[in-house]
Each structure stands twice: as structure tokens, then as C-alpha cells.
């Protein structure tokens, strides 16, 4: 079985300030991992994923995450907040196992409040 | 613009009533999803298809049916025999690749009057 974990409800950082959104997952194989965002009733828009390779990976308005197998995190990172980043964030994992009968595993969400 | 379009963007549901959300793409995508979000519970799968004809039933699937006639449409029905139907729908859709991510629609907010 394949879960992901969001340990945080809620995230409050000021604005200028690095903020990082955690996220753990769980597989059996090795994972595909993406993190999305979400502004109010809208749909989740893509940031960025991992599948091979680099652990540093770069995405969308300035978003990075940090792959650590030895930890099975995969956390969201900024070097500098913006308010327009204020938003809830998901992270979601596939196992490579599977094949394409597997589906994505949604964490639960973690809300990013960026304080003026 | 290619994307995913998703109608209405509020839904009232009678007692009783059966109702119909649609989901439409222009992305030449292979595979398409239905989730439901609910507060603090993330997004649950309710039903996918990975090809026309052919459709899967995720997490959730009791009380919602689907139809996949043609590649790019995706529409989901929720009857009667789902007494919790309150929640914000999401459809989405991707190419077969596991390693591609989804794409979204901006969603159906369902009430029960």
C-alpha cells in the first residue's frame, strides 16, 4: 500500500522568510512524488516532481523540494515567502510497483498562511 | 489554450434526485479521474479511466457512476444512493505515463437543498 503524510494542518511564516511544507510518504517501491497547490475554489495547479535522478528538485514560482530516500520525505521549499503564495499545498505519491493500475496517493493538505 | 473544463461550478441536489457533473478535456490525455475533496481529508479517488470504453472504481465509488463514450469527455454521475453528497469535485485527466502529473479542472461544488 502507498500513503503520504502531511504532519502539518497549518503553516504560518512572514513574508520574506524561507518557508518549507513537510511531507513523508510511504511505498512499497521506489516513488513517484509531485506536490500541487490550490487557491480557494479553484482546482489544484501542478508545482513540481520528482522521478529520478537529482534530489534538489525545481519547479514553479520559485518552489523547490528536497527528495530524501533514507527519510521518505519529500518537503516543499522557498527561500523567500510571498503573501500570493498563501495557499494549501498537497503532496502525492504513486508507486512505481504497479504499473498504471497504480493511482496517486494524495497527502491531506497543509495550509500555507504567509503573514504580511 | 488546452485544459480541462468542468460544468457547472454549483450543483443543488433534491432529495431523491440524481445529478450529473461533466468533465471535458482538450488535452489529448488518455486517462481521466474524479475526485472528491472534502475539509481536511485531502482528495479521495471516486472512479477512473485509462482508456474510452473502459472505467475503474477508486476509493469511493459507492453512489456515483460514470460513462467514458469518448476520449476527451468524463462525466460523473451522483444518484440517490449516495446520502452524503455535499463536497467539491474535481476532475482531472493525464497522459497514460505514471511518472506525468494530473492535470485539473476547477471543480463542481455540490449542496443538498
Known amino acids: 500500500a502507498q500513503s503520504v503524510a502531511q504532519p502539518e494542518d497549518q503553516v504560518n511564516v512572514a513574508e520574506g522568510n524561507p518557508l518549507t511544507v513537510k511531507c513523508t510518504y510511504s511505498v512499497s517501491g521506489n516513488p513517484y512524488l509531485f506536490w500541487y497547490v490550490q487557491y480557494p475554489n479553484r482546482g489544484l495547479q501542478f508545482l513540481l516532481k520528482y522521478i529520478t535522478g537529482d534530489n534538489l528538485v525545481k519547479g514553479s514560482y520559485g518552489f523547490e523540494a528536497e527528495f530524501n530516500k533514507s527519510q521518505t520525505s519529500f518537503h516543499l521549499k522557498k527561500p523567500s515567502a510571498l503573501v500570493s503564495d498563501s495557499a494549501l499545498y498537497f503532496c502525492?505519491?504513486?508507486?512505481?510497483?504497479?504499473?498504471?493500475?497504480?493511482?496517486?496517493?494524495f497527502g491531506s493538505g497543509t495550509q500555507l498562511t504567509v503573514l504580511p | 489554450d488546452g485544459g480541462i473544463t468542468q460544468s457547472p461550478k454549483y450543483l443543488f441536489r433534491k432529495e431523491g434526485q440524481n445529478v450529473t457533473l461533466s468533465c471535458e478535456q482538450n488535452l489529448n490525455h488518455d486517462a481521466m479521474y474524479w475526485y472528491r475533496q472534502d475539509p481536511g481529508q485531502g482528495l479521495r479517488l471516486i472512479y477512473y479511466s485509462q482508456i474510452v470504453n473502459d472505467f475503474q472504481k477508486g476509493d469511493i465509488a459507492e453512489g456515483y457512476s460514470v460513462s467514458r463514450e469518448k476520449k476527451e469527455s468524463f462525466p460523473l454521475t451522483v444518484t440517490s444512493a449516495q446520502k452524503n453528497p455535499t463536497a467539491f469535485y474535481l476532475c482531472?485527466?493525464?497522459?497514460?505515463?505514471?511518472?506525468?502529473?494530473?492535470?485539473f479542472g476547477d471543480g463542481t461544488r455540490l449542496s443538498i437543498l
Open positions: 502525492a505519491v504513486r508507486d512505481r510497483i504497479g504499473g498504471s493500475a497504480r493511482q496517486l496517493t
Open positions: 482531472a485527466s493525464s497522459s497514460e505515463a505514471g511518472n506525468q502529473p494530473q492535470h
